[in-house]
């Protein structure tokens, strides 16, 4: 019995770096006026097939359930998202801001950086088409990172312009419905060398088109749209997270303005995050039920742990963070079999103050009890034996010791607790 | 578009409210000393064809992957549990006390208390044999439910004996091999008619069983093994909330100790928990490579909100969570557009420390500003305007009003937090 292919076990180790992930995004969303929502991880397989979203709908686990219905993991959130408001746009004002930390199902090769689930924050803002809702959104990306204990140094959020494309396609002659064709190959123009790009261009039939002039366009392409969004970025004294790079076009036809992905500066990664303007797409999706501007941006959780890995300063962050985590504050040590019930009662007694407290099932020599409380990471251990009603509180850093009277132990705690 | 039958929407105030159950669950697992796991949400179906449990199985949602392998969506954790364990047994200290929150999927029949996805928290208690544990885990069980602001007049534990059962019916002459039938029959004693319970007891072809007889241990059975756990709850206080009644023996096949339901006093709801002993089922699983003693339990979230919605004491609790849970607690009013980037510049300082910030996107009339700050919950109004580089703070509860600079501003209100 094994693990399914690309799908992982969270062992507590794994569960508390998982949830460092996840608390650190909720944190981050939650500070920017984001709230939270989320949808079912089972949706009906149609939700994803009206979106031209192509790869996804091939990369589905789908099925029929038992009652015959066509049904899908959601392998990403916009879909749900815009169900959801458009099943209910007047409850809520405009603009929405909302986050959700889903965990997504795509059948994919596993490999580095890529399994077939994993996490993903996701913030939108819908009913907004100032360029500083772009500039909120992107603002969120780069402080959710620096959450991390990632600087300017370890990643950058490159920003490109859709409309900027379209108008240089435009301007060229391109015909409207060759655009995402267009788009597909501007987006390997970096990467392939210019004759290939050439011969791909020759088939849109569009004359002026040349790999020089699309890889002249990514160096040389002025800010445009971009620049109060730039402008806004760098008032909030974040321009040094972002720049501009005209050969980000994101994979999916449904955006419309701006666009981004977000990349370690070590190049070592795929990318940290991706997203963009996508202010067509609810009217779509709802079959013209809802009409808002909307963007939005995705940010997984497996490349941002392969980052947190590599980067000294994060990786401590979340140390720091997993020992606060620790398994229990104090460890009851019961040196006497015949005090276990005063003892389970004195347990209880601390636990309904808060405190995290754990103890030996079964009678346990002191010294491996002692073991376990350090294992545990334990702050305090206490010492029910002969003493008895009284006991010994041991601090187990500093060695400190004190004999205090069982009934009175929890205020001795709160009151120490409070003066550290 | 819809919602798939039985499958849930979490709009900002359900998800609110999950995210209660949920931390409320995590925080009194903490407190006890148990650590949190979790597994893969599609699993091999294999894995759930193993146990005897085969009611599960005719529940799942299977289907097979893209590389044509038999998968399932998780209806319950113990398999998963036993197969994570059996893989790496000796990297951890027995005994294990493990936690887990995950979402289960169950095709079953939607209605009230009852999905086709719910939430769970399964903690279990592997390597520990003894009473002491049996008592740990009911203690976490009642110990939850108290967090959610219940007592023992809204709740009860109905503790029984798979072993009082086992020897009542081998007592009684009794062939093993036709103990799980016997469970069946007595689960349903106490809600037919006695004829009818003779009949079905007939069937198994033991003389001297009878549903009086039956009716009578589930009367009158006496403690057995049950005294030494009861003795622990009550030295722990946790007395009232516990009660023996052997008319629980729990559907599963594969309990052998202690058993146990949780239900609410009032009877409106099905069972709010449930759990026992399953000291077989890990070797079972792992085809003998681990053999540990273990018990756990099941709590949903569904029958819970439920009873939580019912009980006042227990509304009130989640709705003083759910306002500290606020949207915001800094709203900036934009009253001159001209500082919009000096404001946007301030926003970015408060969130730095930590604070929730929200403001509007684009050129707002300062009163729907005011009523944005009200909506979302915010504590304090921060007005940006002609007294620039100064602002105007404004508490919203109690309308105390002052003036300061914009760049102490963040001092004054960490200062004022502090005192209040």
């Known amino acids: 019995m094994k693990t399914l292919p690309g799908f992982r076990d969270f062992y507590p180790g794994d569960c508390a770096r998982r949830n460092y992930i996840l ?196 160096r040389d392409g002025e800010p445009g749209e971009l620049a109060p969004v730039l402008e806004n970025l760098k008032a909030r004294g974040l321009g040094d997270y972002v720049e501009i790079d005209y050969a980000i076009v994101r994979g999916l036809a449904y955006y419309t303005g701006i666009v981004f992905e977000v990349f370690d500066r070590s190049k070592k990664e795929r990318a940290l995050a991706g997203g963009g303007r996508y202010d067509r797409l609810l009217h779509l999706m709802s079959d013209g039920k809802v009409d808002l501007p909307a963007l939005g941006f995705g940010m997984g959780d ?54 995290r407290v754990d103890f030996p099932l079964t009678e346990t020599k002191v010294g491996k009890q002692f073991q376990a409380a350090e294992q545990l990471g334990a702050e305090v251990a206490v010492v029910v034996g002969d003493e008895w009603p009284e006991v010994k509180v041991k601090i187990l850093a500093t060695r400190e010791e004190a004999t205090v009277p069982n009934s009175g132990l929890a205020d001795w705690l709160r009151t120490r607790q409070k003066e550290a």
Chains 1, 2 share one sequence.
């Open 23 to 218: 608390t650190t995004w909720r944190e981050a969303a939650r500070r920017h006026g984001f709230v939270e929502y989320d949808g079912p991880v089972l949706e009906s397989s149609e939700l994803y097939q009206k979106k031209s979203g192509g790869e996804l709908v091939g990369q589905l686990f789908d099925f029929l359930d038992k009652g015959d219905r066509p049904v899908a993991l959601r392998p990403e959130m916009t879909p749900t998202l815009a169900r959801m408001v458009a099943a209910r746009e007047r409850d809520f004002k405009k603009p929405l801001k909302w986050f959700s930390v889903p965990q997504f199902f795509r059948y994919e090769k596993p490999q580095r950086g890529r399994g077939r689930e994993f996490y993903q924050l996701n913030a939108d803002i819908l009913g907004e088409s100032a360029a500083s809702a772009d500039a909120e959104l992107i603002a969120l990306v780069v402080d959710v990172l620096r959450d991390f204990g990632f600087t300017e140094q370890d990643f950058v959020v490159r920003l490109s312009s859709r409309t900027a494309w379209q108008k240089f396609f435009a301007g060229a002659g391109g015909p409207a419905d060759r655009e995402d064709e267009f788009f597909q190959i501007v987006d390997k123009a970096e990467r392939i060398p210019p004759e290939k790009t050439d011969e791909a261009l020759a088939g849109l039939g569009v004359a002026g088109l040349t790999a020089e002039s699309v890889l002249a366009f990514v």
């Open 302 to 355: 497996i490349v941002l742990e392969n980052l947190i890995d590599d980067v000294p300063a994060a990786r401590e962050r979340r140390d720091a963070w997993m020992a606060k985590q620790r398994a229990c504050d104090v460890y009851l040590v019961i040196a006497k079999e015949t005090e276990r019930l005063a003892a389970v009662a004195l347990v209880q007694t601390l636990r309904d103050t808060g405190l």
